[in-house]
């Protein structure tokens, strides 16, 4: 099974490589140690931080951050000292470093009634509190979306995990359908939406079987739940293409603006875990594969750091690697070990490969591939001539960093580096951030 392009009429396949972890059961896996950073995503500490030698348990609030988005310890044990940390996005963050007593012992909040006898209000404040975010790996917390004011007309369940290699989606998905269908009454009750839609790429049959399975169930036939199976198509998985593909409709900025909330599969599955049994975010099931020599899908906690997942899945297979967060189109490349945080998906080790660019040929290759109908090579252009206004004139920041310009030039440019370069100049702008 390949992906293929949205737009190209090349059909060029992209192998997915998911078979060593695929239908696979995830493992549970307790490192000695996590890491929580202690300070919030513009680098300010963390309100109400608690101190060092403070006894924890998962689910206990460290501090919270911007506009009080809390933080959780995701195991149980005792904070130990405060360390500065390579984080998944390549930057030094202070964090927190709690010893894991390997005994999960939960301090959860009060579990929500019935969603019918559920405020809107007191919906919306769990949300919130759980602390969930988009676990596709942008990490945008997910309370924001559901309190936009906006209507709602429908909830898209993004399942399509079209990243190569990556299963998480997949294989936890198909083990706990159930925990999807706990929350789709209290996203009802908050949203009022009319529809809610569940989207699986075609060929992933068990997840397919999964969610039909649950829409068969009695308590379940009264919701307006419907499965959508998609094609098998890069980059699917993105929200814009999703709201194309299920509602038929284009946006400017955000899904909102045509009344649709896309969630990742496993946000959903978090927001159920609140909503039902008090528990707010503290695990994610992660890819380990690649040049590892027991690829596997690892139910780990959050602050784990990328080698103790490397180690238990049996350690590598060469001596030099190349360690990538997240999946191989849209993840982050990392020299050194690092921090996972909440919404990391993937650790991927790659062998080295030397890659000899050549001068660009002007063939249009990036142009037809890019779903945002972006001009790549120009905006590399306006880059190296440090030309905001053009960059600003071809949007480069509406990018999304899915790789595919890199992956389909013919003169093996990194084209998809140079565009987030492109993208990071302008938004340091002053007129970008107020735009924002």
Not at 26 to 31: I, N, S
Not at 59 to 77: A, E, I, M, R
Request: aromatic share 8%.
């Amino acid at each position: 099974m390949g992906l293929h392009f949205l737009k190209t009429a090349l059909s060029l396949p992209i192998p997915e490589h998911k078979e060593a972890t695929e239908g696979h059961p995830y493992e549970v896996f307790q490192p000695d140690f996590v890491y929580i950073p202690a300070v919030d995503n513009r680098n300010n500490p963390l309100k109400g931080l608690l101190p060092v030698g403070t006894l924890v348990f998962k689910g206990t609030l460290l501090g919270t951050g911007v506009d009080d988005f809390p933080t959780y310890s995701s195991v149980s044990g005792q904070i130990v000292s405060h360390k500065y940390m390579m984080m998944a996005d390549g930057k030094v963050r202070e964090c927190l470093e709690i010893a894991n007593d390997r005994r999960s012992q939960w301090i959860r909040r009060p579990a929500l009634p019935d969603a019918s006898h559920c405020s809107k209000e007191e919906i919306l404040a769990a949300i919130k509190d759980s602390g969930a975010v988009g676990f596709g790996g942008a990490g945008f917390p997910t309370y924001r979306k559901y309190n936009s004011g906006k209507p709602v007309e429908a909830i898209i369940v993004n399942a399509i995990e079209c990243e190569p290699y990556l299963t998480t989606d997949y294989n936890y998905g198909r083990m706990n359908m159930s925990e999807v269908f706990l929350a789709i009454p209290y996203l009802l009750r908050l949203t009022g939406a009319k529809k809610i839609y569940i989207a699986v790429k075609r060929g992933r049959e068990a997840l397919i079987d999964a969610v039909r399975k649950e829409l068969s169930r009695k308590e379940n036939k009264n919701y307006p739940v419907a499965l959508k199976i998609l094609p098998d198509r890069y980059p699917m998985g993105y929200e814009r293409s999703l709201v194309r593909a299920i509602l038929h409709k284009e946006y400017q900025a955000l899904p909102i603006e045509v009344g649709a909330i896309v969630n990742n599969l496993y946000t959903v599955m978090a927001l159920a875990r609140r909503f039902v049994f008090g528990e707010v975010v503290a695990d994610r099931c992660i890819t380990v594969s690649g040049e590892v020599n027991c690829p596997k899908d690892v139910l780990a906690p959050a602050g784990t750091l990328a080698s103790d997942l490397i180690n238990f899945a049996g350690g590598p297979t060469i001596r030099q690697f190349k360690l990538i967060s997240g999946g191989p189109m849209c993840g982050t490349c990392h020299e050194s070990d690092y921090v996972l945080p909440l919404q990391a998906n993937g650790v991927l080790l790659f062998r080295p490969t030397k890659v000899e660019s050549e001068p660009c040929w002007h063939c249009g290759k990036c142009i037809d591939n890019c779903p945002m109908g972006l001009q790549p090579v120009q905006i590399q252009m306006a880059l190296k001539a440090n030309n905001i206004d053009r960059l600003l004139k071809l949007k480069a920041a509406l990018c999304i960093n899915c790789g595919l310009c890199s992956y389909v030039c013919p003169s093996k440019i990194d084209v998809s580096n140079n565009v987030q370069k492109a993208k990071a100049l302008l938004l340091k702008q002053p007129q970008q951030k107020g735009a924002k």
